[in-house]
């Protein structure tokens, strides 16, 4: 069982970059797939990004050029590379961790494309 922590959200103007991570606790991070996700109020979660411990990513083509996620097994860390972010890019995003069946969902941080 991994219990994945967000961090790296805040505020940035439009056109901006921003990274954020994900710590996992817990044992055989590898065997996770991870991945990011973003909720925005009112909307359903949508998936950004996922990759697993091959390194494959996959992502849909609606997210893919901004939005460039990474792992590094040795820290057990994802992150999540964004950028030229737009005002519609705001929403609390999300990272999980799934095995099988099991899916474990952190606390999200939010991100917030502004000016």
């Known amino acids: 069982q991994v219990q994945p922590v967000e961090s790296g959200g805040g505020l940035v103007q439009p056109g901006g970059s921003l990274k954020l991570s994900c710590a996992a606790s817990?044992?055989?991070?590898?065997?996770?797939?991870m991945a990011w996700y973003r909720q925005a109020p009112g909307l359903e979660r949508q998936f950004i990004a996922g990759?697993?411990?091959?390194?494959?990513?996959t992502s849909p083509d609606s997210m893919t050029g901004r939005f460039t996620i990474s792992r590094d097994d040795a820290k057990n860390t994802v992150t999540l590379q964004m950028n030229n972010l737009k005002p519609e890019d705001t929403a609390v995003y999300l990272c999980?961790?799934?095995?099988?069946?099991?899916?474990?969902w952190g606390q999200g941080t939010q991100v917030t494309v502004s000016s």
């Open positions: 990759i697993d411990g091959h390194g494959r990513t």
């Open positions: 817990g044992s055989s991070f590898r065997l996770y797939f």
């Open positions: 999980s961790a799934r095995l099988g069946t099991q899916t474990y």
